[in-house]
């Protein structure tokens, strides 16, 4: 099959019919994800479907001119990086699916704002003028579904998988027919085997790291068993039986319980209060180099750290048992 080029997408060729599509340069921090264009196949689906693919206006113009009619679109959790672009594809005539309970962060920012915990520490104009860097606009209209629900379209059915811990509604998709587990934002996010990224991402009051690692036993068995192929929003294409992306995600989560272990075993800390010590931890810009940032990209960088340090404060056994 002839493989457009278009000038700032990355197309790949996952299977005869199915596309993992990258955006290469974004507009801002959190504005896009790769996703899949299942294309149109005679006696399964007749039109061309999109599986959490967020990418600007313009790319989604062109991929509709080359590709289309898009009947349909499938989003997989409310994150900005997976919800910004969304309208576009609304606008070329697609319906919208996207899962409880973040489905309704498409429709109205103010949804995300409270759905994430974000107005518990942020102004809404904080998050507002982040959503807007990025991009984002709301939807008219969204088909919900149930993370775990199959999707059919045509003769096409989709599994629709629960990945919970990285956030409530986040799903994979597993295609039975080409055997392609697409594990959405699992924390798979290395552009290529050489380059590193940040690995699961837990930065939020609903996301759990017990969860993530369920899931990612979930998403390995399911690999291991049935998929020949591996995609997720932000790497590249893995094939069975090839496991480094679990390999990989746990490794990550295991830095990351290992950073916030020793900061904390500080004796500076010792008689300090849960709170102190987050506060503590935070000034050290253990994840994030959050000196380096200003206004409300230091607030939301701080934000997500703060999650992501008491997250591992609740799993460290010591810390557990002290008293306050
Ligand atoms: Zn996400």
Known sequence: MFLPEINNLEIKKVSEDILLIHQKKQPFFFSCCDGLLILPKKGRNNSTISLDLNIEQIYVNQLNDIYGPVSDYVCSHGHLDH??????????????????????????????????????????????????????????????????????????????ISFSGHSKAHVGFFLPDERVIHISCLGFDKPNPEIEGFGPWYGFRDASISQYEED?????????????????????????????????????????????????????????????????????????????????????????????????????????????
């Open 83 to 160: 919800t910004c672009h969304v309208h576009a594809w609304e606008e070329i005539g697609a319906v919208i699916h996207a899962p409880h309970p973040e489905a309704k962060y498409l429709l109205d920012l103010n949804n995300f704002y409270k759905g994430f915990g974000f107005d518990e520490a942020l102004d809404y104009e904080t998050v507002e003028k982040f959503a807007n860097l990025n991009g984002y606009q709301p939807c008219d209209q969204v088909k919900i579904f149930n993370p775990g629900d199959i999707l059919q379209f045509n003769n096409y059915k989709i599994d629709t």
């Open 216 to 324: 990612i036993k979930k998403a390995e068995k399911i690999f291991i068993q049935k998929a020949k192929f591996l995609t997720s929003s932000h790497s590249y294409i893995v094939k069975n039986p090839d496991i480094h992306p679990f390999e990989y995600m746990r490794g990550k989560i295991k830095t990351n319980q290992d950073k916030v272990d020793n900061a904390q075993n500080l004796p500076h800390l010792k008689e300090k209060s849960e709170n102190e010590v987050i506060e503590e931890l935070l000034k050290m810009d253990l994840f994030f180099p959050k000196k380096k940032l200003k206004g409300l990209v230091f607030e939301i960088y701080r934000f997500w750290e703060y999650w992501i340090i008491r997250k591992h404060l609740k799993r460290n056994l010591n810390f557990k048992s002290k008293k306050f």
